[in-house]
């Protein structure tokens, strides 16, 4: 679903079966271009029929104030008034801001990486699992480069959406699994399934037990990734 709002093109997507759809869209980069996603993509949310923000839609802003602050690790969190806002996310590359805002209640993380990152003597093989290489490689007609930022962009949205991103974690213990679910919302998108290794499972213990899901599309020599993950507590 794409729809215009604030003078910027908002995309939809949703990730499970009745679950709410996840708002992104990207601005050039300027100062108030974090401030202005925030702002068009909670028109948005706030459009929707869910009941968790159901008495935002009539608050005036001036009474219910929406802050952009970070976090541990700097993750970026949004307030309402003093309450915790909807997850949110942000990420830049060939000159835009990219963000993601989700109000189902799990965490998200965006990225988006260019092919020009990945040329030349990239120590791929550092970063990256050789299968994960061959099936990306795969989706992007044998192109390496734009299979390792396909990679990247998946890898660092679902750090993002852990809420680390890279300080705790290394790439490699971050596998993504080969997509077996085809395009997503006829958008040319795929949809992964993440998974992790090593110490990465005795951190996020919660997240080991399942795969985050991540939608990942081409964007004119880069990758757009979102990743979701819906936070479970174990079984009593």
């Known amino acids: 679903m794409t729809e215009e709002g604030q003078g910027t ?9 009745g679950g709410g759809p996840v708002f992104h869209a990207c601005l050039p980069r300027e100062s108030e271009a974090r401030h202005r996603l925030v702002a068009s993509l909670w028109d948005h949310l706030a ?4 009941p968790r923000w159901q008495r935002c839609q009539s608050a005036p802003s001036e009474a219910l104030p929406i802050q952009l602050i970070r976090g541990l690790l700097g993750r970026p969190q949004l307030l309402l008034g003093e309450d915790p806002g909807p997850a949110i996310s942000f990420s830049e590359c060939g000159g835009k801001v990219w963000a993601a805002l989700c109000g189902d209640g799990a965490e998200i993380g965006i990225d988006v990486a260019g092919t020009d ?14 299968a994960e ?23 660092e949205a679902a750090v993002k959406a852990l809420g680390c991103a890279f300080h705790l974690l290394e790439p490699r213990q ?10 997503v919302e ?3 998108g795929y949809l992964f399934a993440v998974g992790m290794s090593g110490t990465a499972r005795e951190r996020f213990p919660l997240a080991a037990g399942q795969a985050l899901r991540v939608c990942s599309f081409p964007q004119r020599r880069m990758w757009l990734s979102i990743a979701h993950w819906q936070q479970r507590s174990p079984a009593p």
């Open 9 to 17: 093109t908002v995309h939809a997507v949703r990730f499970l079966p």
């Open 47 to 50: 459009a929707t029929e869910s």
């Open 117 to 130: 990152e990945f040329q030349g003597g990239y120590p791929l093989h550092r970063v990256f699992q050789s």
């Open 133 to 155: 290489l061959d099936h990306a490689s795969r989706l992007t007609g044998g192109d390496l480069a734009a299979a390792a930022a396909l990679l990247w962009s998946i890898k």
């Open 174 to 183: 971050i596998t993504v699994y080969p997509t077996t679910e085809g395009t």
């Open 186 to 188: 006829g958008e040319g």
